[in-house]
């Protein structure tokens, strides 16, 4: 029973039937806080605790999972292309707005983690948080910080921002598809590209834009950073 439960093959029908499972509750509940990632997450977390496995034992069969990640990120590089249209009148704007965002997302990290006095490490692996789990995982890995953290970091922080990045945009009055796309791409990347996809098929389309170009400007501007404070 043992080596059945511990078999790579046994841990991905885990991995996805978990996430199914997840977005079943979701679709009959539509209850934010039951969002597919949250509910995989916990069955996960209470399989390892019944079971007593490992990370390690875990994450082995988990390989092929991670492995996904490799074509996720190319993938991103087709998006990119697809949503060329968008930057045709745009291209100073969205620029800008990547680029301020990025910013504010690193330097904030690197402010509250001097503040309440985290180590470098830790400062690492936060400094990748609003971006993709492909790419940030790589940007961590880089810097010196820990990916395995920094991915569940980012998954939260897209679980946070598709939660409440919508409600954000309503009390601020935000009208502008452009600046909605932007706005959840950039803040919580495929999970906030899932729920602007719910408000429209440009917020969609420039959310994923923005995932992609979040992804190239805080990958340049993190080691461009690090010089600048060393």
């Given amino acids: 029973m043992r080596l059945l439960i511990e078999s790579p093959e046994f841990i ?14 979701f679709k009959k509940t539509r209850i934010a806080i039951l969002h597919p990632l949250i509910i995989s997450i916990a069955i996960i977390i209470l399989f390892l605790q019944i079971t007593k496995m490992d990370y390690e034992t875990f994450q082995r069969g988990g390989q092929f999972v991670s492995f996904l990640l ?33 910013i504010t997302g690193i330097v904030s990290v690197i402010v509250l983690a001097k503040i309440t006095g985290a ?3 830790l400062v690492m692996t936060l400094e990748p948080k609003s971006v993709t789990t492909a790419i940030a995982m790589n940007i961590s890995a880089q810097s010196g910080g820990i990916p395995s953290l920094t991915a569940v970091i980012v998954l939260f922080c897209g679980i946070f921002g598709g939660i409440v990045g919508p409600f954000v945009l309503r009390i601020l009055g935000i009208k502008s598809s452009i600046a909605k796309g932007l706005a959840m791409g950039a803040s919580a990347h495929s ?12 917020e969609g389309a420039i959310s994923g ?11 340049l ?3 461009f950073i690090h010089q600048l404070l060393s």
Avoid at 91 to 100: M, R, Y
């Fill in 209 to 219: 834009l923005a995932i992609g170009l979040m992804g190239v400007m805080t990958a």
């Fill in 70 to 102: 490799g074509p996720s990120v190319v993938a991103l590089g087709y998006i990119l292309y697809q949503q060329m249209s968008y930057l045709k009148g745009n291209v100073v704007s969205i620029l800008t707005s990547i680029f301020v965002g990025s």
């Fill in 119 to 121: 180590d470098n490490a």
């Fill in 221 to 223: 501007l993190i080691p």
């Fill in 12 to 25: 991905l029908v885990l991995i996805f039937g978990s996430y199914l499972f997840g977005q079943y509750i």
């Fill in 191 to 202: 999970v906030g590209t899932v729920k602007a996809m719910e408000m429209g098929v440009i």
